[in-house]
């Protein structure tokens, strides 16, 4: 479930730089955090619906999910070319 070693030809073939391909990278982990932010929060909102009073019921181990690091998700799409990006100061 881990991310291993990415050979910089793959990356080469995505981006003309290293640099661009991080930055890329970068921002679709963002992204997909922000996703999973947004998720859990409007599950959180629909499940209950609590007055002032109320407990709230605490989580417990079996309740856990493990889900994929943001940045190795954000790494598989870049690389299978399902992130795009532009370069905002050559579009001026």
């Known amino acids: ?3 291993k ?3 910089f030809r793959e990356i080469e073939h ?3 730089n290293m ?5 890329a990278m970068s921002g679709q982990a963002k992204e997909e955090l922000n996703e999973r932010i947004v998720n859990k929060a409007i599950k959180d909102h ?3 619906e609590l007055d002032v009073f109320d407990e709230l019921d605490e989580a417990s181990i079996e309740d856990y999910e493990e ?6 998700v954000a790494v598989e799409k870049f690389l299978t070319g399902e992130v795009k990006w532009s370069k905002p100061y050559l579009n001026k």
Do not use: R
């Not at 640099?19 to 930055?23: G, M, N």
């Open 19 to 23: 640099y661009e391909a991080v930055v």
């Open 5 to 7: 070693t990415i050979p």
């Open 46 to 48: 629909q499940e209950s």
């Open 14 to 16: 995505q981006a003309e």
């Open 1 to 3: 479930m881990g991310l």
């Open 67 to 72: 889900k994929q690091k943001v940045t190795t």
